[in-house]
C-alpha cells in the first residue's frame, strides 16, 4: 500500500561533540521518507521556498519516493533550523528557529494521493496537519507527530487532532508535558484517552515504547550502537520504518506494529551514524535485514 507523508524541508545547521554541519538537508518529511523508501511507495507533501538550495529530486533519484506533492513557492523562504547536542546527546537545544513556509497554507493535495490508506502527518503545527487530513478521502491508518511547541501554544488544535487519528508518535518530554504524568505508562494511557488506539513512545537511547488501548504493551530497546555522531532526524527515520513496514504488510495488528517498531529502530540506527542524511542514504535493504535480525536476537532470552 502507498504512504503519505506530509512534514517539512529544512535548511539545517547543527552542531555535535564531533563537528557542526552548516546549511545542510533536513526537515521531518525528508528522513521520514529517506526511511519509508525501503519499505513501500511514498507520496511525498511539502513545501519549499525558491531559496531552497537542494535538489530534492536527485536526492530521491532511484528511491520509492513521489514528489509529485513538493510546492517550490515563489517570494517565500525554506524553513531553517539550527541545533546543538551536547553531553549524551538525547535532546537537542534549538538555538535558531525560523519557520517560514511552514507559517504559510499548507501544500495542496495532488489528486492522485488522496486515496492513499496510510498517512502519516509529520510534525508541523496541529491546524496544518488538520488541513491536509481534510484533503484526504478516508484513509485506513492515520498517525501523527507532535513536538513541545504545538502542546504549549496550540493544545486545543493537537487534542482536536488527536480525536482524528490512529496512532501519536512521541518523545517522553513531549508525553510527561501533554499529560502532566511522570510515569510513561500513566501518560500513554492518558493519550490514548484522548482519541488515538496507539501511543508510541520515543525514548531515544533507551529505546521506545507501546501502548494499546485494548491493554497491549511493548518496549523495544535502541539499536546497540558505539557511536552517536548527529541525532538529528532520528524520530523521523523511526517514523518512517515504522509506517512504511506497517504500509509494505498492509496490517496494524500486535505483531506487526511489533515488527515495525523494529524496523523503525533500525533505521534511526542508520541516522545517527552521521551528519545529515548521509548514515540514511548508505543503507541498503541487506544491511537493513541484518541489523533487524541483531535486534531480534539481542531483545531475546
Given amino acids: 500500500m502507498s504512504l503519505l507523508v506530509t ?69 517565500s523562504k525554506t524553513f531553517r533550523w539550527h541545533g546543538t547536542y551536547e553531553g549524551d546527546m538525547n535532546e537537542a537545544r534549538t538555538d535558531v528557529v525560523e519557520l517560514n513556509v511552514l507559517a504559510e497554507k499548507p501544500p495542496m493535495v495532488p489528486d492522485s494521493f488522496r486515496d492513499c490508506e496510510y498517512v502519516f502527518l509529520a510534525n508541523t503545527a496541529p491546524s496544518l496537519q488538520m488541513e491536509l487530513l481534510n484533503q484526504l478521502g478516508r484513509p485506513a491508518f492515520v498517525a501523527a ?12 488544535d493537537l487534542r482536536r487532532l488527536l480525536n482524528r487519528i490512529d496512532m501519536l508518535v512521541l518523545n517522553e518530554k513531549e508525553a510527561k508535558l501533554l499529560t502532566g504524568h511522570r510515569n510513561l505508562l500513566a501518560a500513554a494511557k492518558a493519550i490514548g484517552g484522548m482519541g488515538p488506539r496507539i501511543v508510541i513512545i520515543k525514548k ?5 515504547m507501546m501502548v494499546e488501548r485494548s491493554g497491549s504493551i511493548f518496549l523495544l530497546p535502541a539499536f546497540p ?29 500486535l505483531a506487526a506494529l511489533q515488527n515495525a517498531m523494529a524496523y523503525g529502530t533500525v533505521m534511526a540506527s542508520f541516522t545517527i551514524g552521521d551528519f545529515s542524511i548521509h548514515g540514511i542514504r548508505s543503507a541498503t535493504r541487506e544491511k537493513i535485514e541484518d541489523r533487524f535480525d541483531t535486534l531480534r536476537k539481542v531483545t531475546q532470552f
Fill in 145 to 156: 507527530d507532535t513536538m513541545n511547541l504545538w502542546i504549549e501554544t496550540a493544545n486545543d
Fill in 204 to 208: 531515544g537511547e533507551y529505546g521506545s
Fill in 7 to 75: 512534514g517539512s524541508v529544512g535548511i539545517d545547521t547543527v552542531r555535535t561533540p564531533f563537528g557542526v554541519n552548516q546549511d545542510c538537508i533536513g526537515g521531518s518529511a525528508v528522513y521520514f521518507s529517506m526511511a519509508a523508501g525501503f519499505f513501500t511507495d511514498v507520496k511525498f507533501i511539502g513545501a519549499v521556498g525558491d531559496d531552497c538550495p537542494f535538489d530534492l529530486a536527485e536526492l530521491f533519484l532511484g528511491k520509492n519516493v513521489d514528489l509529485t506533492g513538493l510546492e517550490v513557492r515563489r517570494g
Fill in 225 to 253: 550502537t558505539a557511536v552517536v555522531i548527529d541525532p538529528t532526524g532520528a524520530g523521523d527515520a523511526f517514523a518512517g520504518g515504522l509506517m512504511g513496514y506497517l504500509a509494505q504488510s498492509d496490517t496494524v495488528d
